[in-house]
């Protein structure tokens, strides 16, 4: 009698089924060794592939390590230096701080097609910055940025005279700053006693106005990432600013902008409201108040 034929599969074929048919009907007798040859390291190719992909996805997806998680929690360690001096108003003796107003947009980590923002753009803060592996101590940092920011004023070892005021805690952008406040009296610190706020200036706009010059030929974006580090403008200008008005520009809801920079580079660069200084820094410019010119009207003379 006639050979009875197999029952028809009405199922979905195994994809392992339909691998192995492929394979046999890829490698089978009849094939040149050469086309074999050929075929069999297309195949280990793509398996080689789909096994690297499969590994790098597994690492991608998987939770940080203990490490990890410790590196990125770990705050940033920064100094910064309240400069005081006194001054005689219409109002009578009051205390001013040195204060810099930062530019809005970070120039180092923006491109061509994308705007970075500063920390807390356009607002005023204490100069200072983050300590380095060459810092020795905290108070080497304050007085190494402090000296960056005013575009290289020398201060002698000896006419350093700060005095930790607090350490305070600020969230930033993408890392947690541990910032050691150190502030300094100019009656104590002939270098600040003597700075002069408006030659200063003068020398920032000079170095502004270079950059906007690299900007405008577009050699800025041909810089290295050092050297774009070396011309890129964080501070616009330092200004001396009464304590009480730092601490209401600071504090104030009703201040949509600080000054007329402020305005223009949020238009330019669609920044639709202010990022003031953290709560931290509001409670040093507070504790600061209280203590030079508490309510009693008894101003602290140094």
């Known amino acids: 009698g006639h050979a009875t034929r197999p029952p028809k599969r009405t199922g979905k074929a195994s994809p392992w089924a339909t691998v192995s048919r492929l394979h046999f009907k890829l490698f089978d007798d009849g094939m040149s060794w050469r086309r074999q040859s050929v075929l069999k390291r297309c195949y280990f190719a793509c398996a080689a592939i789909f096994f690297v992909c499969l590994v790098a996805g597994r690492h991608m997806t998987s939770p940080p390590t203990k490490k990890a998680r410790k590196g990125a929690s770990e705050p940033v360690r920064a100094a910064v230096v309240v400069g ?51 810092d020795v101590n905290m108070e080497e940092t304050a007085k190494r940025e402090l000296q960056e920011e005013l575009l290289g004023v020398q201060i002698p070892q000896n006419d350093f005279n700060v005095r930790l005021f607090d350490v305070i805690t600020v969230q930033g952008y993408r890392r947690i700053y541990s910032v050691h406040i150190y502030i300094a009296f100019e009656s104590v610190n002939r270098w600040l006693a003597t700075l002069e706020v408006q030659h200063l200036n003068a020398n920032l706009g000079r170095r502004n106005r270079e950059f906007e010059y690299l900007l405008n030929t577009g050699e800025f974006w041909k810089l ?30 009703n201040i949509k902008y600080v000054n007329e920079f402020q305005k223009k580079e949020f238009q330019r660069h669609q920044v639709d409201r202010r990022e003031p200084v953290g709560e931290q820094m509001i409670e040093v410019l507070e504790n600061l108040l209280t203590e030079l010119e508490p309510p009693s009207g008894k101003e602290v003379v140094i």
Do not use: C, D, I
Not at 230 to 253: D, I, Q
């Open 84 to 134: 005081l001096k006194r001054f005689n108003t219409t109002e009578g003796p009051r205390w001013y701080v040195l204060m810099e107003q930062r530019q809005v947009k970070n120039w180092l980590r923006s491109s061509r097609n994308y705007t970075a923002l500063m920390a807390w753009p356009g607002e005023y803060a204490f100069p200072g910055g983050a300590m380095e592996p060459t």
């Open 224 to 253: 290295s990432p050092h050297g774009k580090m070396y011309v890129s403008p964080e501070v616009h200008h330092f200004e001396w600013m009464a304590l009480r008005h730092a601490f209401y520009m600071a504090t104030s809801p």
